[in-house]
């Protein structure tokens, strides 16, 4: 059975956990909660700080969740998430989506946010996430597409961004235009019944902006992206500051816009 090969390209730098502590089920995992059950087993598979986790804990008041995430650190986060929302149906574990410590048809629901383009065998995965679901239940996954990513003004920098951040994300063995892949993965993995929707985020008003773009140009120089970057030789100090730079020039544009579009699948098993 595979195991995890790949390099988080993140890491876990307060510019990054500011960004996933954004994320609710309404924002992140829209395309699921119609077929979310009250009474459903879920597995949320690279949980971080639970505020997706918590949500689809409250959604099933008479179900159990499972938030899991190969950081330990991190869980400290989500479990303090959970316990200040009072609930008692979700508990948070280590774990590694390639080698799922849980038996076969374990849970209704195996649930994966911005995962898949990070680990180093998303196909291997997801034949793991279906090996733990149970029949007639459902794996869904939702991955930006970097590729994909646009925005308004035009910055000759922010295309420079763009190109680096894919060679940085493939170095470390991930998939940064994981979106547009994600069912064509589902197939070859042996998912048979696949629903594939799209959705994005827009950064629009200048509060969006701002809190957009102060996490872009913090986390092009502080997190282990920017190390990477440079241990890599993919980019110098320099060359990050001049990105981190044209992020908040961006971010005070009137007009300035970017948009992250996401793919999305429903796979029943």
């Not at 303090?80 to 209704?108: C, I, K, M, Q, Y």
Request: some cysteine; aromatic content about 8%.
């Amino acid at each position: 059975m595979a195991h995890e090969t790949a390099v988080y390209t993140h890491g876990h730098h307060d510019s990054v956990l500011r960004s996933h502590r954004a994320r609710t089920a309404a924002n992140s995992a829209a395309y699921l909660l119609p077929e979310l059950r009250p009474d459903a087993r879920v597995l949320d598979i690279g949980c971080g700080p639970g505020t997706i986790t918590a949500d689809l804990a409250a959604l099933a008041p008479r179900g159990s969740v499972t938030g899991l995430d190969a950081a330990e650190g991190v869980l400290e986060t989500a479990r303090a998430t959970a316990a200040e929302r009072g609930l008692p149906n979700v508990e948070f574990t280590v774990g590694d989506v390639h080698a799922l410590g849980f038996p076969d048809a374990s849970f209704d629901v195996v649930h994966a946010h911005q995962t898949l383009q990070h680990v180093g065998a998303p196909v291997a995965a997801l034949r793991e996430m279906r090996r733990v679901c149970a029949p007639g239940g459902l794996v869904a996954v939702r991955d930006a597409d970097y590729g994909g990513m646009f925005w308004y003004p035009d910055t000759p920098v922010l295309d420079e961004w763009q190109d680096l951040y894919r060679k940085v994300a493939r170095a470390n063995g991930g998939t940064p235009d994981a979106g547009r892949r994600l069912h064509a993965w589902a197939r070859e993995a042996g998912f048979t019944d696949v629903a594939l929707t799209t959705s994005t985020w827009t950064f629009s008003s200048p509060e969006e902006r701002a809190w957009w773009s102060d996490l872009w140009a913090e986390r092009t120089v502080a997190s282990s992206y920017a190390g990477i970057a440079v241990a890599g030789g993919l980019a110098s100090r320099e060359d990050l500051e001049r990105i981190s730079t044209a992020w908040r020039t961006w971010g005070e544009q009137e007009d300035g816009w970017f948009t992250v579009v996401h793919g999305e699948i429903l796979c029943r098993v």
